[in-house]
């Protein structure tokens, strides 16, 4: 193989590499009718099949906890979180359990829909200041709609 192939190839290589570091894998999910995503870094497990243990004197949205493998995982309805009405949990409402830097956190939510790979360049700023601070960006889907990104960080310390 000639220099100049090899040089040809480590080239392609690193412009994959590139496009892969500038490219990250998100569950996204729905909420009200809202399309949200997470860093499947930060997912550990979905649950479908959830019994919450309530909790009193605690704010509307934290449900109560699960016992999950005999840790204990709080549970927040996002819905409700986001200041959304309460609604009636159907068999697509499920729990998604997440590590955030640590604190594993589960939050319920109407539905998942799918994994994505997402280039984090086409990602925008919200256009308004974000009162709730849960979402820290958004881009917008093929289908017309717009994916917004939910903010991990922000969602442990107010819990």
Sequence with gaps: MSTE??????????????????????LTFRA???????????????????????????????KGIINLRGQIVPIIDIRLRM?????EYTDTTCVIVLDIDGVNIGIIVDSVEQVMDIDKSLIS????EDQQGLTNGMISLSSQEVLLFLNCEELIRTY
């Design 125 to 128: 700023p919200l256009p308004v």
């Design 5 to 26: 192939q090899m040089q040809n190839m480590n080239t392609e290589e690193n412009v994959g590499t590139e496009q892969d570091v500038s490219t990250e894998r998100y």
């Design 32 to 62: 009200d009718g809202t399309t949200l995503g997470v860093s499947t870094e930060n997912v550990i497990e979905i649950i479908t099949d959830h019994s919450v243990t309530e909790l009193p004197m605690v704010p509307e949205y934290i």
């Design 83 to 87: 200041g959304k009405p309460m609604s």
